[in-house]
């Protein structure tokens, strides 16, 4: 793991001034730099310090160390921050947090600078390297912005002209696609009008065969009565020729 550096602008809330809080963070210890502007106070936890307090939390090293370097990193608000005077010009800075609904506070104890001078000093020139760090960032942030936003306009501007070009398009089409379709509607039309001619002749000529075939049949009906009437008059003679004979037949016979 890294190692990590961080600067905290602490605001007591009992004192008038604020301190600095400078913390480089390792993977199983870590060192902090104090100062109120004229004093300076440094805490060295070593490996087997951290251990056992993180022992007596029930928590991993590396759990412990995340954990104070989020508190020591950026003030939270809901933490209450304290930097008491200890022993022997000591001082004693604490913050506390809450666990699964319980309230808990962490202290370690700082010792006074041999040189407070040099350690003030070496916490301005962090914030100082910090701060042209940031104000190159918040360049190049705002440099990518402009480049950015140039390009969004000329895609804007692209976006548009596409957008005109497709109207345009669109428009032409349908011009053509509505001169084609008013034409094929016209064909349809009329289709449907030599249709409606063809089927009325159809109609008209039906009709026509229909009465010509009872015409032709109502002829040869009237020819075959004509041949029914005939014979049936032959047979009348013939009848009628038959008691004439039998009459000559009886007078022959009553002259014996």
């Not at 009348?236 to 022959?252: E, H, L, Y």
Request: net charge negative; with cysteine; aromatic share 8%.
């Amino acid at each position: 793991m890294e190692t990590r550096h961080t600067c905290l602008k602490l605001e007591i809330s009992d004192a008038t001034d604020p301190i600095f809080v400078k913390g480089t963070w390792f993977q199983t210890h870590f060192d902090l730099s104090i100062t109120d502007g004229l004093n300076a106070w440094l805490c060295n936890a070593s490996e087997e310090q951290v251990k056992d307090r993180a022992a007596q939390w029930d928590q991993p090293v590396t759990e412990y160390i995340e954990l104070a370097e989020r508190y020591l990193g950026f003030q939270q608000p809901g933490s209450v921050y304290g930097f008491t005077d200890a022993a022997d010009g000591c001082k004693r800075l604490s913050w506390t947090f809450e666990k699964e609904g319980t309230k808990l506070e962490w202290r370690w104890k700082c010792g006074p600078a041999p040189n407070s001078k040099k350690v003030t000093a070496g916490i301005l020139d962090f914030l100082m390297d910090a701060n042209i760090r940031l104000s190159d960032e918040v360049v190049t942030k705002t440099q990518s912005f402009e480049r950015l936003k140039v390009e969004a306009e000329k895609c804007l501007a692209q976006s548009e002209r596409f957008n005109n070009e497709k109207l345009e398009f669109e428009s032409a089409i349908y011009a053509k696609f509505l001169g084609v379709l008013n034409s094929k509607k016209s064909k349809l039309r009329e289709l449907r009008d030599k249709l409606s001619k063809q089927a009325v002749m159809g109609d008209l000529q039906q009709e026509e065969e229909q009465s010509t075939d009872k015409t032709e049949s109502f002829d040869e009906g009237s020819d075959d009565d004509k041949s029914e009437e005939e014979p049936a008059k032959d047979i009348t003679s013939t009848s009628k020729g038959v008691p004439a004979s039998r009459a000559r037949g009886r007078k022959r016979i009553s002259r014996k």
